[in-house]
């Protein structure tokens, strides 16, 4: 069924990173790091992952979930 909602879900990302504060865009993003994680399209996630970061660095969540990447080292 999450197979089903995926183009749904990329269709709300994008119109959430095209408005919206820096803080709603940086969700925006990590939240489509994970569903590229989801694809397994891991260098499009770690990207996403460092566009959160950028543009809120107080969001905690992504380096933690781009450490999950195994495209990232460390």
């Known amino acids: 069924m ?9 269709s ?3 119109e959430a990173l ?3 504060s820096a803080s709603n865009r ?3 993003h ?4 994970v569903l590229r994680q989801m694809q397994n399209r891991l260098p499009e996630a ?3 992952f460092e566009t959160a ?5 107080s969001n905690a969540r992504a380096p933690t979930a781009s450490r999950r990447n195994p495209l990232v080292p460390g």
């Open 2 to 10: 999450l197979q089903e909602d995926l183009p749904r879900a990329e």
């Open 12 to 14: 709300i990302l994008a």
């Open 18 to 20: 095209d408005k919206g």
């Open 26 to 28: 940086a969700a925006a």
């Open 30 to 33: 990590f939240t489509l790091g």
């Open 46 to 48: 770690q990207k996403e």
């Open 53 to 57: 970061v950028s543009l809120d660095p």
